[in-house]
Protein backbone atom coordinates (compact mmCIF):
# COMPACT_ATOMS: atom_id res chain seq x y z
CA UNK A 1 0.00 0.00 0.00
CA UNK A 2 1.49 3.30 -0.89
CA UNK A 3 1.93 6.23 1.86
CA UNK A 4 -0.58 7.94 -0.48
CA UNK A 5 -3.20 5.26 -0.29
CA UNK A 6 -2.86 4.95 3.57
CA UNK A 7 -3.14 8.58 4.07
CA UNK A 8 -6.60 8.55 1.81
CA UNK A 9 -7.94 5.15 3.47
CA UNK A 10 -11.24 7.05 5.01
CA UNK A 11 -13.14 5.70 7.88
CA UNK A 12 -11.51 3.08 10.16
CA UNK A 13 -13.21 0.51 12.94
CA UNK A 14 -11.27 -1.01 15.58
CA UNK A 15 -12.46 -4.12 17.55
CA UNK A 16 -11.43 -4.91 20.76
CA UNK A 17 -11.42 -9.10 21.12
CA UNK A 18 -11.06 -10.46 24.40
CA UNK A 19 -10.88 -14.22 24.30
CA UNK A 20 -10.11 -16.73 26.84
CA UNK A 21 -6.32 -17.21 25.84
CA UNK A 22 -5.73 -14.21 24.47
CA UNK A 23 -6.72 -10.26 23.60
CA UNK A 24 -6.43 -8.65 20.87
CA UNK A 25 -7.24 -4.98 18.94
CA UNK A 26 -7.90 -5.38 15.25
CA UNK A 27 -8.31 -2.42 13.08
CA UNK A 28 -10.43 -2.51 10.07
CA UNK A 29 -10.96 -0.41 6.99
CA UNK A 30 -14.78 0.56 6.91
CA UNK A 31 -14.94 0.48 3.01
CA UNK A 32 -13.09 -2.55 2.20
CA UNK A 33 -13.00 -4.86 5.50
CA UNK A 34 -9.05 -5.23 5.21
CA UNK A 35 -7.22 -6.08 8.24
CA UNK A 36 -4.76 -2.78 8.55
CA UNK A 37 -2.88 -3.94 11.96
CA UNK A 38 -3.31 -5.76 15.29
CA UNK A 39 -1.76 -6.61 18.65
CA UNK A 40 -2.00 -9.85 20.73
CA UNK A 41 -1.35 -10.20 24.08
CA UNK A 42 -1.93 -14.08 25.77
CA UNK A 43 -4.02 -13.96 28.93
CA UNK A 44 -3.00 -16.20 32.00
CA UNK A 45 -5.80 -18.71 33.25
CA UNK A 46 -5.47 -19.84 36.68
CA UNK A 47 -6.26 -23.17 38.33
CA UNK A 48 -6.29 -22.75 42.29
CA UNK A 49 -8.25 -26.13 42.07
CA UNK A 50 -9.05 -29.12 40.32
CA UNK A 51 -11.94 -28.07 37.85
CA UNK A 52 -11.60 -24.76 38.96
CA UNK A 53 -10.42 -22.06 35.79
CA UNK A 54 -10.03 -17.76 36.69
CA UNK A 55 -8.55 -15.28 35.43
CA UNK A 56 -7.32 -11.42 36.90
CA UNK A 57 -10.18 -8.95 35.62
CA UNK A 58 -7.62 -6.11 36.28
CA UNK A 59 -5.34 -8.35 33.80
CA UNK A 60 -7.91 -8.73 31.38
CA UNK A 61 -8.17 -4.81 31.64
CA UNK A 62 -5.21 -3.76 30.89
CA UNK A 63 -4.37 -6.18 28.37
CA UNK A 64 -7.10 -4.17 26.32
CA UNK A 65 -4.97 -0.70 27.00
CA UNK A 66 -1.53 -2.39 25.65
CA UNK A 67 -3.33 -3.81 23.06
CA UNK A 68 -4.75 -0.78 21.67
CA UNK A 69 -2.05 1.51 22.62
CA UNK A 70 0.64 -0.70 20.41
CA UNK A 71 -1.68 -0.98 17.24
CA UNK A 72 -1.73 2.55 17.70
CA UNK A 73 1.57 2.53 17.13
CA UNK A 74 2.06 0.25 14.58
CA UNK A 75 -0.71 2.10 12.74
CA UNK A 76 1.29 5.41 13.23
CA UNK A 77 4.37 3.73 11.69
CA UNK A 78 2.38 3.11 8.83
CA UNK A 79 1.18 6.45 7.96
CA UNK A 80 -1.76 5.75 9.14
CA UNK A 81 -4.00 8.71 11.38
CA UNK A 82 -5.53 7.01 14.25
CA UNK A 83 -8.02 10.09 14.25
CA UNK A 84 -9.71 8.24 11.34
CA UNK A 85 -10.77 5.02 13.96
CA UNK A 86 -14.72 6.19 14.47
CA UNK A 87 -15.63 3.17 16.40
CA UNK A 88 -14.42 0.52 18.28
CA UNK A 89 -16.56 -2.90 18.54
CA UNK A 90 -16.37 -5.16 21.93
CA UNK A 91 -16.41 -8.99 20.82
CA UNK A 92 -15.59 -11.05 24.68
CA UNK A 93 -15.57 -14.95 26.07
CA UNK A 94 -19.02 -15.24 27.00
CA UNK A 95 -20.52 -16.53 30.32
CA UNK A 96 -17.39 -15.88 32.21
CA UNK A 97 -18.58 -13.74 35.27
CA UNK A 98 -17.07 -10.70 37.02
CA UNK A 99 -18.30 -9.05 40.39
CA UNK A 100 -16.90 -5.58 40.93
CA UNK A 101 -17.09 -2.48 43.58
CA UNK A 102 -18.83 0.26 42.06
CA UNK A 103 -17.20 2.78 44.41
CA UNK A 104 -13.35 1.50 44.03
CA UNK A 105 -13.71 -0.03 40.66
CA UNK A 106 -11.99 -3.32 41.72
CA UNK A 107 -13.18 -6.98 41.47
CA UNK A 108 -13.89 -8.74 44.24
CA UNK A 109 -13.30 -12.14 43.28
CA UNK A 110 -11.42 -13.09 40.24
CA UNK A 111 -13.55 -14.17 36.65
CA UNK A 112 -14.88 -17.38 36.96
CA UNK A 113 -13.97 -18.78 33.46
CA UNK A 114 -16.94 -20.50 31.34
CA UNK A 115 -15.11 -23.99 31.76
CA UNK A 116 -14.82 -23.63 35.20
CA UNK A 117 -16.69 -26.83 37.26
CA UNK A 118 -16.97 -25.37 41.37
CA UNK A 119 -20.59 -25.16 40.34
CA UNK A 120 -21.51 -28.67 40.18
CA UNK A 121 -23.14 -29.18 43.31
CA UNK A 122 -24.53 -25.95 43.32
CA UNK A 123 -26.59 -27.08 39.97
CA UNK A 124 -27.39 -29.92 42.05
CA UNK A 125 -29.09 -28.40 45.01
CA UNK A 126 -30.86 -26.43 42.26
CA UNK A 127 -31.60 -28.99 40.44
CA UNK A 128 -33.71 -30.07 43.80
CA UNK A 129 -35.83 -26.93 43.25
CA UNK A 130 -37.28 -28.33 40.11
CA UNK A 131 -40.26 -30.53 39.12
CA UNK A 132 -38.67 -34.02 38.37
CA UNK A 133 -35.16 -32.29 38.23
CA UNK A 134 -35.45 -31.55 34.76
CA UNK A 135 -32.66 -29.75 33.80
CA UNK A 136 -34.81 -28.02 30.54
CA UNK A 137 -37.49 -26.79 32.91
CA UNK A 138 -36.32 -23.27 32.40
CA UNK A 139 -35.31 -23.85 28.10
CA UNK A 140 -38.47 -22.26 26.71
CA UNK A 141 -37.36 -19.17 28.83
CA UNK A 142 -33.84 -19.28 28.45
CA UNK A 143 -32.87 -21.44 25.56
CA UNK A 144 -30.52 -22.90 28.11
CA UNK A 145 -30.26 -26.20 30.16
CA UNK A 146 -29.45 -25.90 33.93
CA UNK A 147 -25.72 -26.43 33.45
CA UNK A 148 -22.01 -25.27 35.61
CA UNK A 149 -21.34 -23.55 31.94
CA UNK A 150 -24.10 -20.31 31.93
CA UNK A 151 -23.61 -17.29 34.44
CA UNK A 152 -26.56 -17.30 36.80
CA UNK A 153 -24.82 -20.54 38.53
CA UNK A 154 -21.44 -19.02 38.80
CA UNK A 155 -22.79 -16.28 40.33
CA UNK A 156 -24.68 -18.22 42.65
CA UNK A 157 -21.42 -19.70 43.78
CA UNK A 158 -20.30 -16.22 44.54
CA UNK A 159 -22.81 -14.72 46.61
CA UNK A 160 -22.64 -18.41 48.69
CA UNK A 161 -19.00 -18.32 48.73
CA UNK A 162 -17.39 -14.93 49.11
CA UNK A 163 -17.93 -12.77 51.64
CA UNK A 164 -16.47 -9.62 50.20
CA UNK A 165 -19.49 -10.30 47.64
CA UNK A 166 -22.11 -10.41 50.17
CA UNK A 167 -20.96 -7.50 51.93
CA UNK A 168 -21.20 -5.44 48.95
CA UNK A 169 -24.62 -6.75 47.70
CA UNK A 170 -25.78 -5.53 51.16
CA UNK A 171 -24.31 -2.27 51.06
CA UNK A 172 -25.07 -1.73 47.45
CA UNK A 173 -22.32 -1.36 45.88
CA UNK A 174 -22.16 -4.85 43.79
CA UNK A 175 -22.07 -4.43 39.53
CA UNK A 176 -22.62 -8.23 38.10
CA UNK A 177 -21.21 -8.47 34.45
CA UNK A 178 -20.09 -10.98 31.86
CA UNK A 179 -16.54 -9.34 30.30
CA UNK A 180 -17.96 -7.39 28.19
CA UNK A 181 -19.70 -5.63 30.87
CA UNK A 182 -16.31 -5.39 32.97
CA UNK A 183 -14.84 -3.60 29.85
CA UNK A 184 -17.30 -1.20 29.06
CA UNK A 185 -17.81 -0.23 32.39
CA UNK A 186 -14.09 0.42 32.56
CA UNK A 187 -13.62 2.03 29.55
CA UNK A 188 -15.90 4.24 29.79
CA UNK A 189 -15.09 6.32 32.87
CA UNK A 190 -15.63 2.93 35.70
CA UNK A 191 -16.11 4.31 39.44
CA UNK A 192 -16.74 8.27 37.39
CA UNK A 193 -19.60 7.31 35.44
CA UNK A 194 -18.41 3.91 33.78
CA UNK A 195 -21.75 2.66 31.68
CA UNK A 196 -23.13 -0.86 33.10
CA UNK A 197 -24.51 -2.85 30.51
CA UNK A 198 -24.42 -5.48 28.20
CA UNK A 199 -25.78 -6.57 24.99
CA UNK A 200 -28.53 -9.03 24.35
CA UNK A 201 -26.58 -12.36 23.47
CA UNK A 202 -24.27 -11.75 26.34
CA UNK A 203 -27.49 -11.60 28.55
CA UNK A 204 -28.83 -14.25 26.81
CA UNK A 205 -25.66 -16.99 28.02
CA UNK A 206 -26.60 -16.32 31.99
CA UNK A 207 -30.18 -18.53 32.40
CA UNK A 208 -31.49 -14.95 33.97
CA UNK A 209 -32.75 -13.53 30.88
CA UNK A 210 -35.97 -14.09 28.74
CA UNK A 211 -34.91 -14.28 25.18
CA UNK A 212 -38.50 -13.53 24.03
CA UNK A 213 -39.41 -10.56 25.90
CA UNK A 214 -35.53 -9.50 26.14
CA UNK A 215 -35.90 -8.60 29.70
CA UNK A 216 -34.15 -10.19 32.54
CA UNK A 217 -36.50 -12.16 34.16
CA UNK A 218 -37.87 -11.20 37.66
CA UNK A 219 -38.83 -15.16 38.26
CA UNK A 220 -35.78 -16.42 37.25
CA UNK A 221 -33.88 -14.07 39.13
CA UNK A 222 -36.01 -15.08 42.44
CA UNK A 223 -34.89 -18.95 41.21
CA UNK A 224 -31.66 -18.50 41.73
CA UNK A 225 -32.11 -15.87 43.95
CA UNK A 226 -30.01 -12.75 42.45
CA UNK A 227 -30.71 -9.16 43.13
CA UNK A 228 -31.84 -7.20 40.25
CA UNK A 229 -30.26 -4.34 41.22
CA UNK A 230 -26.71 -6.12 40.35
CA UNK A 231 -27.62 -6.59 36.67
CA UNK A 232 -26.45 -4.34 33.84
CA UNK A 233 -28.88 -2.63 31.27
CA UNK A 234 -29.23 -5.02 28.58
CA UNK A 235 -28.49 -3.01 24.71
CA UNK A 236 -28.66 -4.04 21.12
CA UNK A 237 -25.89 -5.13 19.68
CA UNK A 238 -24.98 -2.27 17.32
CA UNK A 239 -25.61 1.24 19.09
CA UNK A 240 -23.46 3.72 21.01
CA UNK A 241 -23.37 3.23 24.65
CA UNK A 242 -20.49 5.35 24.68
CA UNK A 243 -19.16 1.10 24.17
CA UNK A 244 -20.88 -1.15 22.69
CA UNK A 245 -20.07 -5.20 22.30
CA UNK A 246 -21.34 -8.37 21.19
CA UNK A 247 -20.87 -12.09 22.90
CA UNK A 248 -17.60 -13.51 20.70
CA UNK A 249 -19.81 -16.33 19.05
CA UNK A 250 -22.62 -14.15 17.56
CA UNK A 251 -19.70 -11.44 16.31
CA UNK A 252 -18.04 -14.40 14.33
CA UNK A 253 -21.66 -15.18 13.03
CA UNK A 254 -21.70 -11.86 11.96
CA UNK A 255 -18.08 -11.53 10.86
CA UNK A 256 -19.12 -14.63 8.60
CA UNK A 257 -22.26 -13.01 7.44
CA UNK A 258 -24.22 -15.42 8.12
CA UNK A 259 -27.29 -13.22 7.71
CA UNK A 260 -30.02 -15.72 6.01
CA UNK A 261 -31.84 -18.38 7.88
CA UNK A 262 -30.06 -21.38 8.05
CA UNK A 263 -26.69 -19.96 7.56
CA UNK A 264 -24.02 -21.90 9.74
CA UNK A 265 -20.13 -21.25 11.03
CA UNK A 266 -18.58 -23.11 13.26
CA UNK A 267 -15.51 -21.50 15.37
CA UNK A 268 -12.27 -23.31 16.43
CA UNK A 269 -11.13 -21.21 19.53
CA UNK A 270 -10.48 -22.44 23.08
CA UNK A 271 -13.68 -24.45 23.02
CA UNK A 272 -15.52 -25.11 19.49
CA UNK A 273 -19.17 -23.31 18.61
CA UNK A 274 -21.56 -23.90 16.22
CA UNK A 275 -24.12 -21.52 15.34
CA UNK A 276 -27.02 -21.90 12.70
CA UNK A 277 -28.81 -18.77 11.80
CA UNK A 278 -32.54 -19.23 12.81
CA UNK A 279 -33.67 -16.01 11.79
CA UNK A 280 -36.27 -13.83 13.80
CA UNK A 281 -38.37 -17.02 15.05
CA UNK A 282 -36.63 -18.95 18.32
CA UNK A 283 -36.59 -22.80 17.17
CA UNK A 284 -35.86 -25.14 20.50
CA UNK A 285 -33.55 -28.08 20.09
CA UNK A 286 -34.44 -31.52 20.34
CA UNK A 287 -31.25 -33.08 19.91
CA UNK A 288 -28.58 -31.31 22.73
CA UNK A 289 -28.24 -27.63 21.38
CA UNK A 290 -28.92 -24.37 22.92
CA UNK A 291 -31.12 -21.93 21.91
CA UNK A 292 -29.58 -18.16 22.36
CA UNK A 293 -29.74 -14.61 20.82
CA UNK A 294 -27.55 -13.93 17.60
CA UNK A 295 -27.76 -10.46 17.03
CA UNK A 296 -29.89 -7.63 17.72
CA UNK A 297 -27.72 -5.34 15.00
CA UNK A 298 -29.91 -1.97 16.33
CA UNK A 299 -31.95 -0.83 19.19
CA UNK A 300 -35.29 -1.00 16.36
CA UNK A 301 -33.79 -3.81 14.63
CA UNK A 302 -35.64 -7.08 15.13
CA UNK A 303 -33.77 -9.91 17.16
CA UNK A 304 -32.22 -12.87 15.32
CA UNK A 305 -31.70 -16.29 16.76
CA UNK A 306 -29.40 -18.92 16.69
CA UNK A 307 -28.88 -23.08 17.31
CA UNK A 308 -25.70 -23.21 18.88
CA UNK A 309 -23.91 -25.79 19.79
CA UNK A 310 -21.01 -25.28 22.38
CA UNK A 311 -18.15 -27.82 23.05
CA UNK A 312 -15.65 -26.74 25.91
CA UNK A 313 -12.19 -28.33 24.61
CA UNK A 314 -10.86 -27.55 21.40
CA UNK A 315 -7.79 -25.41 21.58
CA UNK A 316 -7.74 -26.32 24.83
CA UNK A 317 -6.69 -29.72 24.17
CA UNK A 318 -3.72 -28.84 22.12
CA UNK A 319 -2.45 -26.28 24.69
CA UNK A 320 -3.16 -29.41 27.14
CA UNK A 321 -0.37 -31.76 24.95
CA UNK A 322 1.91 -28.43 24.96
CA UNK A 323 1.66 -27.70 29.05
CA UNK A 324 0.64 -30.76 30.66
CA UNK A 325 1.89 -33.77 28.83
CA UNK A 326 4.85 -31.84 27.03
CA UNK A 327 4.50 -33.45 23.84
CA UNK A 328 4.67 -30.29 21.92
CA UNK A 329 7.07 -27.26 22.70
CA UNK A 330 4.44 -24.74 20.47
CA UNK A 331 0.73 -25.30 19.88
CA UNK A 332 1.66 -25.13 15.81
CA UNK A 333 3.82 -28.56 16.36
CA UNK A 334 0.76 -30.34 16.72
CA UNK A 335 -0.15 -30.28 13.11
CA UNK A 336 3.37 -31.94 11.95
CA UNK A 337 3.48 -34.35 14.56
CA UNK A 338 -0.11 -35.15 13.18
CA UNK A 339 0.97 -34.80 9.78
CA UNK A 340 3.84 -37.43 10.06
CA UNK A 341 1.81 -40.42 11.06
CA UNK A 342 -1.56 -39.15 8.91
CA UNK A 343 -3.50 -41.48 11.36
CA UNK A 344 -4.53 -41.73 15.21
CA UNK A 345 -4.00 -45.58 14.63
CA UNK A 346 -6.88 -46.65 16.49
CA UNK A 347 -6.12 -43.86 19.35
CA UNK A 348 -9.27 -42.30 20.38
CA UNK A 349 -9.28 -39.02 22.42
CA UNK A 350 -11.95 -37.78 24.37
CA UNK A 351 -11.03 -34.44 26.26
CA UNK A 352 -14.08 -34.59 28.52
CA UNK A 353 -12.13 -32.15 30.93
CA UNK A 354 -14.97 -30.02 31.74
CA UNK A 355 -17.28 -32.64 31.13
CA UNK A 356 -19.42 -33.19 27.68
CA UNK A 357 -21.19 -29.81 26.61
CA UNK A 358 -23.37 -30.34 23.60
CA UNK A 359 -24.97 -32.61 22.43
CA UNK A 360 -24.79 -34.39 25.86
CA UNK A 361 -24.48 -32.09 28.47
CA UNK A 362 -23.22 -34.35 31.43
CA UNK A 363 -21.05 -33.40 34.10
CA UNK A 364 -19.66 -36.63 35.00
CA UNK A 365 -18.21 -37.10 32.19
CA UNK A 366 -13.95 -37.02 32.10
CA UNK A 367 -11.19 -37.12 29.56
CA UNK A 368 -9.93 -40.53 28.05
CA UNK A 369 -7.18 -41.94 25.86
CA UNK A 370 -8.30 -45.37 24.69
CA UNK A 371 -7.19 -47.56 22.19
CA UNK A 372 -3.76 -47.42 22.92
CA UNK A 373 -1.01 -50.22 22.10
CA UNK A 374 2.91 -50.42 21.95
CA UNK A 375 3.15 -48.93 18.94
CA UNK A 376 1.22 -45.81 19.97
CA UNK A 377 3.44 -42.67 20.13
CA UNK A 378 2.96 -38.48 20.23
CA UNK A 379 2.15 -38.49 16.80
CA UNK A 380 -0.76 -40.89 17.20
CA UNK A 381 -1.93 -39.00 20.42
CA UNK A 382 -1.49 -35.59 18.61
CA UNK A 383 -3.57 -37.23 15.34
CA UNK A 384 -6.10 -37.98 18.05
CA UNK A 385 -6.33 -34.94 19.18
CA UNK A 386 -6.91 -33.01 16.04
CA UNK A 387 -9.69 -36.00 15.42
CA UNK A 388 -11.73 -35.47 18.79
CA UNK A 389 -12.27 -31.97 17.92
CA UNK A 390 -13.15 -32.95 14.03
CA UNK A 391 -15.86 -35.55 15.66
CA UNK A 392 -17.27 -33.07 18.30
CA UNK A 393 -18.05 -30.83 15.52
CA UNK A 394 -19.55 -33.65 13.67
CA UNK A 395 -22.09 -34.38 16.32
CA UNK A 396 -22.78 -30.37 16.55
CA UNK A 397 -23.49 -30.99 13.10
CA UNK A 398 -25.48 -33.72 13.06
CA UNK A 399 -28.00 -32.04 15.92
CA UNK A 400 -28.32 -28.60 13.85
CA UNK A 401 -28.95 -31.02 10.95
CA UNK A 402 -31.76 -33.07 12.58
CA UNK A 403 -33.42 -29.97 14.07
CA UNK A 404 -33.49 -27.54 10.95
CA UNK A 405 -34.31 -30.57 8.67
CA UNK A 406 -31.97 -29.05 5.97
CA UNK A 407 -28.98 -30.86 6.25
CA UNK A 408 -25.33 -28.31 5.69
CA UNK A 409 -23.64 -28.70 2.18
CA UNK A 410 -20.67 -27.26 3.40
CA UNK A 411 -19.59 -25.40 6.68
CA UNK A 412 -18.17 -22.26 6.98
CA UNK A 413 -15.37 -22.04 9.56
CA UNK A 414 -13.28 -19.55 11.38
CA UNK A 415 -11.08 -18.74 14.58
CA UNK A 416 -7.49 -19.54 15.30
CA UNK A 417 -7.02 -23.77 15.13
CA UNK A 418 -8.34 -22.99 11.15
CA UNK A 419 -5.05 -22.24 10.40
CA UNK A 420 -3.90 -25.80 10.78
CA UNK A 421 -4.65 -27.43 7.34
CA UNK A 422 -4.45 -31.73 8.82
CA UNK A 423 -7.16 -30.27 10.97
CA UNK A 424 -9.37 -28.60 8.01
CA UNK A 425 -8.70 -31.27 5.51
CA UNK A 426 -9.31 -34.11 8.65
CA UNK A 427 -13.17 -32.06 9.15
CA UNK A 428 -13.83 -32.32 5.79
CA UNK A 429 -13.33 -35.95 5.89
CA UNK A 430 -15.23 -36.61 9.13
CA UNK A 431 -18.10 -34.50 7.80
CA UNK A 432 -18.37 -35.75 4.15
CA UNK A 433 -18.94 -32.04 3.09
CA UNK A 434 -16.54 -29.08 2.28
CA UNK A 435 -15.09 -26.38 4.81
CA UNK A 436 -15.08 -23.21 3.69
CA UNK A 437 -12.29 -21.06 5.36
CA UNK A 438 -12.39 -17.55 4.73
CA UNK A 439 -9.23 -15.85 3.83
CA UNK A 440 -8.99 -13.56 6.63
CA UNK A 441 -9.83 -15.49 9.54
CA UNK A 442 -10.40 -12.68 11.88
CA UNK A 443 -14.42 -12.92 11.38
CA UNK A 444 -14.95 -12.43 15.49
CA UNK A 445 -13.56 -9.35 15.62
CA UNK A 446 -14.83 -8.45 11.99
CA UNK A 447 -18.31 -8.91 13.07
CA UNK A 448 -17.46 -7.01 15.73
CA UNK A 449 -16.14 -4.23 13.66
CA UNK A 450 -19.18 -4.30 11.32
CA UNK A 451 -21.59 -3.92 14.41
CA UNK A 452 -19.57 -1.24 15.89
CA UNK A 453 -19.66 0.94 12.23
CA UNK A 454 -22.90 0.34 11.63
CA UNK A 455 -24.30 1.66 14.38
CA UNK A 456 -26.74 4.45 14.40
CA UNK A 457 -25.18 7.49 14.77
CA UNK A 458 -21.58 6.18 13.49
CA UNK A 459 -22.87 4.54 10.01
CA UNK A 460 -19.86 4.05 8.41
CA UNK A 461 -20.38 0.47 7.45
CA UNK A 462 -23.48 -1.05 5.28
CA UNK A 463 -24.57 -4.31 6.76
CA UNK A 464 -26.75 -4.24 3.12
CA UNK A 465 -26.09 -7.74 1.51
CA UNK A 466 -25.59 -5.97 -1.53
CA UNK A 467 -22.88 -3.71 0.21
CA UNK A 468 -20.59 -6.55 1.63
CA UNK A 469 -17.52 -6.92 0.45
CA UNK A 470 -17.06 -10.76 -1.47
CA UNK A 471 -14.99 -12.75 0.94
CA UNK A 472 -11.84 -15.14 -0.77
CA UNK A 473 -11.80 -18.74 0.89
CA UNK A 474 -9.69 -21.94 0.86
CA UNK A 475 -12.05 -24.92 0.30
CA UNK A 476 -11.27 -28.07 1.45
CA UNK A 477 -12.68 -31.29 0.00
CA UNK A 478 -13.75 -34.46 1.44
CA UNK A 479 -10.55 -37.41 0.55
CA UNK A 480 -12.12 -40.49 2.42
CA UNK A 481 -15.28 -42.46 1.12
CA UNK A 482 -18.03 -42.33 3.50
CA UNK A 483 -18.16 -45.85 4.45
CA UNK A 484 -14.46 -45.13 6.63
CA UNK A 485 -15.26 -41.84 7.91
CA UNK A 486 -18.73 -43.52 9.48
CA UNK A 487 -16.04 -46.38 10.69
CA UNK A 488 -14.07 -43.88 12.84
CA UNK A 489 -17.08 -41.49 13.83
CA UNK A 490 -18.48 -44.70 14.99
CA UNK A 491 -15.34 -45.86 17.49
CA UNK A 492 -15.58 -42.16 18.37
CA UNK A 493 -19.01 -42.49 19.65
CA UNK A 494 -17.97 -45.95 21.86
CA UNK A 495 -14.99 -43.80 23.18
CA UNK A 496 -17.69 -41.21 24.82
CA UNK A 497 -19.61 -43.68 25.79
CA UNK A 498 -16.73 -44.73 27.92
CA UNK A 499 -15.87 -41.46 29.22
CA UNK A 500 -19.82 -41.27 31.10
CA UNK A 501 -20.24 -41.27 34.25
CA UNK A 502 -16.93 -41.51 35.76
CA UNK A 503 -17.54 -39.10 38.78
CA UNK A 504 -19.81 -38.69 41.09
CA UNK A 505 -20.54 -35.29 43.39
CA UNK A 506 -20.62 -35.67 47.18
CA UNK A 507 -22.13 -32.37 48.45
CA UNK A 508 -20.66 -31.72 52.06
CA UNK A 509 -22.60 -29.13 54.38
CA UNK A 510 -20.62 -26.33 53.26
CA UNK A 511 -21.92 -26.36 49.40
CA UNK A 512 -18.62 -27.69 48.42
CA UNK A 513 -18.02 -30.18 45.80
CA UNK A 514 -15.76 -33.64 45.93
CA UNK A 515 -16.07 -34.63 42.33
CA UNK A 516 -12.73 -35.28 41.31
CA UNK A 517 -12.48 -37.97 43.19
CA UNK A 518 -10.89 -39.89 39.70
CA UNK A 519 -9.19 -37.70 37.42
CA UNK A 520 -6.88 -39.73 34.65
CA UNK A 521 -6.48 -36.92 32.73
CA UNK A 522 -6.53 -33.72 35.22
CA UNK A 523 -7.38 -30.47 33.84
CA UNK A 524 -3.58 -28.50 34.39
CA UNK A 525 -4.66 -27.06 32.70
CA UNK A 526 -7.22 5.95 23.73
CA UNK A 527 -7.05 8.60 23.34
CA UNK A 528 -9.97 10.90 23.76
CA UNK A 529 -10.22 11.08 20.11
CA UNK A 530 -11.61 7.96 19.37
CA UNK A 531 -15.01 7.18 19.89
CA UNK A 532 -15.98 4.24 22.30
CA UNK A 533 -18.54 1.50 21.01
CA UNK A 534 -19.35 -1.96 21.42
CA UNK A 535 -20.71 -4.51 19.26
CA UNK A 536 -21.45 -7.71 20.80
CA UNK A 537 -21.61 -11.06 19.94
CA UNK A 538 -21.72 -14.74 20.42
CA UNK A 539 -18.87 -16.32 18.89
CA UNK A 540 -14.98 -16.17 17.68
CA UNK A 541 -11.76 -16.84 19.44
CA UNK A 542 -13.37 -19.94 21.62
CA UNK A 543 -15.37 -17.90 23.71
Same mark, same amino acid.
Given at each position: ???????M??????S?? !????S????????KT???? =???Q????Q???????V??D???I????H??V???CE?? !?? /???D??????? &?V??????????? #????????????W?? @???????E????K?? &????? %?F?????????????A????? @????????? !??? &???RAM %??????? @?I??????K???????D??????T???????L?????????F???????P???????I?????L?????A???????? $?????N????GC??L??T??K?????????????? #????????CY??? &?????????V???????????????????????G?????? %??PA?S???A?????S??GI??? @?????? #???????A??????Q??E??? +?????C?V?L??L?????M??? #?????? !???????P????S???????? +???A??? +????G????????????????????????? =?????A??????M???????S?????? $?TS? %??S /??LG /????? =??I? /???????S????
Open positions: MAASDRMLGPLVGID !QGTSTRFLVFNASELL =SHHVEIMKFPKEGWEQPKELSSVECEKTKL !QQ /LNIITNIKAI &GSNQRETTVVWD #KTTGEPLYNAIVLD @LRTQATVRLLKIP &GKNKS %FKFRTGLPLSTYFSVKLRW @LLDNVEEIK !QAV &GDG %FGTIDSW @LWSLTGGNGGVHCTVTNASRMLFNIHSEWDPELCRFDIPMEILKVRSSSEYGLMCGDQSALVGQMCFQ $DGQAKTYGTFLCNGQSVFSEHGLLTTIAY #KLGRDKPVALE &GSVAIAGAVRWLRDNLGILKTSQEVEKLAAEVTSYGCY %FVFGLYPYWEPARICG @LTQFTN #KNHIAFALEAVCFTRLLD +AINKDGPNQQVDGGTNN #KVLMQL !QSDILCIVVKPMPETTALG +AAMAGA +AEGVIWSLNPGDLTAVTCERFEPQINPEE =SEFRFRWKKAVKSMDWVTDISSNG $DI %FC /LP /LYIMS =SMI /LIGAKYIGNGN
